[in-house]
């Protein structure tokens, strides 16, 4: 199983970025995926959830400008991220959790910077 991450790149303050996390490989039943993200210095954070049935749980920095999804059919989740700000600069990862088993995929750098 590999996921992986793609959509990072540099944006001015503002701007938008659309990530993508693609799952290959056997995976039977994929229930909860999410983004974390760990900017440089820092612990890796959780950012975003959401669940095979589409509940979604966002930290309170990124409520109203972060939005996940995913597709169920292709195992793929995305996040689209507006109005961009500086701190959300970090390398983003996606997880995904099947059957007790997590995997992770490697990040993907999202630079906000003017």
């Known amino acids: 199983v590999q996921l992986q991450a793609f959509g990072g790149g540099l944006v001015q303050p503002g701007g938008s970025l659309r990530l993508s996390c693609a799952v290959s490989?056997?995976?039977?039943?994929?229930?909860?995926m999410g983004w974390y993200r760990q900017a440089p210095g820092k612990q890796r954070e959780l950012v975003a959830t959401i669940t095979r049935g589409g509940y979604t749980n966002y930290i309170d920095s990124v409520k109203g400008r972060f939005t996940i999804s995913r597709d169920n059919t292709r195992n793929t989740m995305y996040l689209q991220m507006n109005s961009l700000k500086p701190e959300d600069t970090a390398d983003y990862y996606c997880n995904a959790e099947s059957d007790g088993m997590y995997y992770w995929g490697k990040g993907t750098l999202v630079t906000v910077s003017s």
């Open positions: 490989g056997r995976i039977p039943y994929i229930n909860i």
